[in-house]
């Protein structure tokens, strides 16, 4: 089933503003702070959390990498807030996420990460899991704690098969 297959993309702002903030410094307002010391770079995304109790939360991951090409299966999200993952390494990752669709999630689209980059998805947004590349590979997650069931999963009837782009 070749249409089922989806070859990953570089992750830009402009590509990934329909699901979501990428993280990253190159191109975001800033401002010295501690006497000039530090470069402040504000207000990269926007972290939501709502529903009974909500807090917003930080947490490690420590995530093992994935053989490619993916097959993907599954897609999740989370109704009460948003979810963001900040890479503690210069090493990429892969992010997939999908349009709405009328059944739920529409087609996947899959964008590879570059040093520096991270991203926070909107409530509501469906999304793979977290996909380190090649090597262990640690994050900061900052996601939304509170009472209720802030995950759907949804599986679909036949995997993507998820591709890395060829090396120039």
């Known amino acids: ?6 070859t990953a993309r570089p992750l830009t702002r402009e590509a990934f503003a329909p699901f979501g903030d990428v993280i990253e ?7 010295p702070i501690n006497g000039g010391r530090c470069q402040r770079f504000h207000d990269l995304a926007k972290v939501e959390a709502t529903g009974p109790n909500a807090r917003v ?11 490619f090409p993916l097959q993907l299966s599954m897609v999740e999200r989370h109704p009460f807030g948003s979810q963001a ?12 996420v999908c349009p709405d669709a009328p059944d739920g999630p529409g087609e996947p689209q899959a964008f590879l990460t570059r040093p520096g980059q991270g991203v926070n998805y909107p409530p509501n947004r469906w999304h793979g899991v977290l996909t380190p590349i090649g090597a262990d590979q640690d994050f ?7 009472d209720g069931s802030n995950l759907e999963e949804f599986h679909f009837s036949h995997p993507y098969e998820i ?3 060829q090396r120039p």
Not at 1 to 6: A, C, E, N, V
Not at 140 to 146: A, C, Q, T
Request: hydrophobic fraction near 50%; glycine fraction near 8%.
């Open 1 to 6: 089933m070749t249409d089922r297959i989806i």
């Open 140 to 146: 900061v997650v900052i996601d939304r704690g509170g």
């Open 57 to 67: 939360l930080i947490s490690l991951f420590k995530g093992t990498p994935y053989a």
């Open 163 to 165: 591709h890395l782009p």
């Open 25 to 31: 410094t190159e191109g975001a307002a800033s401002f």
């Open 85 to 96: 993952f900040v890479p503690l390494s210069a090493a990429p990752f892969l992010v997939i």
